[in-house]
């Protein structure tokens, strides 16, 4: 079975960082699509950050790219979006989301799997 699970989020001031974690279970890491999708307050859930789980390809959304990166630790089989920068438009669940295939990354239609998502709040 597999699992995603979230960690990281939290509370934080404009301008201040977080680390978001996504560890798996139960999953063929290598050869994949691994990503963070966040849902703000009203607003439909939208794909902000995607890995492919071989070589080197990332992919950003525009409203976080300079800001957010996503990396990956293969043998932990997890992926992690540092945040950076942060803004109180960041507010919002982050999910991580992976795919059951090998397919194209950067258009985030991926989703065969998803984690329990993490909150992160970004205030003064």
């Known amino acids: 079975q597999v699992q995603l699970v979230e960690s990281g989020g939290g509370s934080v001031q404009p301008g201040g960082s977080l680390r978001l974690s996504c560890a798996t279970s139960?999953?063929?890491?290598?050869?994949?699509?691994m990503g963070w999708f966040r849902q703000g307050p009203g607003q439909e859930r939208e794909g902000i950050a995607a890995?492919?789980?071989?070589?080197?390809?990332?992919y950003y959304a525009d409203s976080v790219k300079g800001r957010f990166t996503i990396s990956r630790d293969d043998s932990k089989r997890t992926v992690y979006l540092q945040m950076n920068s942060l803004k109180p438009e960041d507010t919002g669940m982050y999910y991580c989301?992976?795919?059951?295939?090998?397919?194209?990354?950067?258009?985030?239609?991926?989703?065969?799997?998803w984690g329990q998502g993490t909150q992160v709040t970004v205030s003064s």
């Open positions: 989301a992976a795919s059951s295939d090998s397919v194209y990354c950067g258009d985030y239609r991926f989703g065969e799997y």
């Open positions: 139960g999953y063929a890491f290598s050869g994949r699509c």
């Open positions: 890995i492919f789980t071989a070589g080197h390809s990332t």
